[in-house]
């Protein structure tokens, strides 16, 4: 009997598996016995991390978006829909004009920034976390002359490091404009260190100092008053600015919370060894989606989609499942727009990043290139 493989999202990590799965499966997608489906409620497959080279206007926004169906395989049928509610005991999932029956289910609905989260933090903040933000943010940083530069963060979000590259990249652009003496960088965060992952915190203060970036730990934002151009945090303390750059916390995607299958901010309790939602054993979990305790990266969404499509096609071949994600990510980390650092990490081995050099820089430059391929399932 036929095989039917859904993947909702079609995302770094839903392309990515429907992608690998149809050259792994060859002989069996192109003969009919296993059919792959990628379902997406958008068309444009957008480059995330391109979203910082919006930003700093060294890339135009197109550089970053492809259309889905010229990145999925032939043999991928590529379907616009929004799912709106999956049944696990039915085996479906549904969308306002259609449902689609399912032998093996990748969720890769990914997450977003709520940016109600806050009361004010919509009207009151900029970010770059989205297509039309990092637009906007082009065109701010592009007239700003001077000012005060505010960075929030709230957890969690996807790509951790990037607000702390962003304050990075900041000094640097303003420093090559002339007018970094006028601009004051301030990059807060919630905890007691400047990032999660302590070497990230250890690697990146002594050069905040050096390069005049303040900072501010345990920063709980409450309220952003957009009228007075204040952000309020969680003490009753009021932080003026004259850009709030905001990273809101994530969530999970609507129809998770809809299904009632994820936690109360919508991400979904998976196996952090087989990849699997928990409690169910046809239904896989990848990227932002999860509720693992790692970085929601897309470098994550790979190392996972190859332990993901080796257990489904062993499956499908009759072999047994025994691929397991050790918790590999691997990031970049930019030190500003010409150099960058970078750390991989695991489950067992904590990140150590290494020494900053332009090399690096090149090598993440060059990989936002290659993206396209890794997308196809080619890299
Ligand atoms: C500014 C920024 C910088 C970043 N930098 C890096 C970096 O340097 N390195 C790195 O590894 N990662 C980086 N990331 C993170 C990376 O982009 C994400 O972690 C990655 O895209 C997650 O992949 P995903 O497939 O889980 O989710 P996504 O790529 O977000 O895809 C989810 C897809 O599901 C779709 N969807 C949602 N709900 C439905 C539904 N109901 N029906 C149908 N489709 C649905 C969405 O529209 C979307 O297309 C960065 C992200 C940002 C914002």
């Known amino acids: 009997m036929k095989k039917r ?60 978006i492809r259309k889905q169906e010229t990145l999925a395989h032939r043999t991928v049928q590529v379907v616009y829909d929004e799912v709106t509610k999956i049944d696990p005991e039915k085996q479906k999932v549904v969308s306002a004009k259609y449902q689609y029956l399912y032998d093996y289910l990748v969720i890769a ?48 979000h996807k790509c951790p490091a990037a607000p702390l590259e962003m304050a990075l990249m900041l000094d640097d652009y303003f420093r090559k404009r002339g007018n970094r003496d006028k601009i004051e960088i ?63 916390a994530h969530t999970g995607a609507k129809v998770i919370l809809d299904s ?27 990227g932002d989606a999860t509720n693992l305790p790692i970085s929601k990266a897309g470098s994550t969404a790979h190392y996972q989609s190859e332990v993901m499509v080796t257990n489904i096609a062993n499956r499908i071949n009759g072999l047994p499942e025994t691929a397991r994600y050790n918790g590999k990510v691997a990031c970049f980390l930019e030190n500003s727009l010409e150099d960058a650092s970078m750390i991989t990490f695991d489950y067992q081995n904590p990140p150590s990043p290494a020494a900053t050099s332009d090399l690096l820089h090149w090598f993440k430059s060059v990989y936002n290139e290659l993206y396209w391929l890794n997308a196809r399932g080619i890299l």
């Open 5 to 64: 493989v859904v993947v909702i999202g079609g995302g770094s990590g839903g392309m990515m598996v429907a992608n690998r799965l149809a050259r792994q499966l060859g002989d069996k997608v192109r003969n009919g016995e296993v059919e792959i489906t990628l379902i997406s409620n958008t068309e444009k497959h957008i480059y995330q991390p391109g979203y910082m080279f919006i930003a700093f206007n060294e890339k135009a926004p197109e550089h970053f």
């Open 109 to 156: 609905t990914g997450s977003h920034p709520d940016l109600d989260s806050v009361q004010g933090l919509r009207e009151g903040s900029q970010n770059f976390y989205t297509l039309d933000g990092a637009i906007k943010l082009r065109d701010t940083l592009a007239q700003m002359e001077e000012g005060k530069i505010l960075i929030t963060v709230d957890v969690p």
């Open 186 to 248: 301030k990059y807060t965060y919630p905890i007691g260190r400047i990032h999660s992952l302590q070497p990230v915190a250890d690697w990146a203060c002594p050069t905040f100092e050096k390069r005049n970036i303040l900072s501010e730990t345990f920063f709980n934002l409450e309220e952003v008053d957009p009228k007075r151009k204040v952000a309020i945090t969680m003490d009753g303390t009021e932080h003026s600015y004259d850009l709030l750059l905001s990273i809101p």
């Open 260 to 286: 009632k299958l994820g936690d109360e901010s919508g991400f979904i309790p998976t196996d952090r060894y087989t990849l699997k939602m928990i409690g169910s054993d046809n239904i896989y979990v990848i």
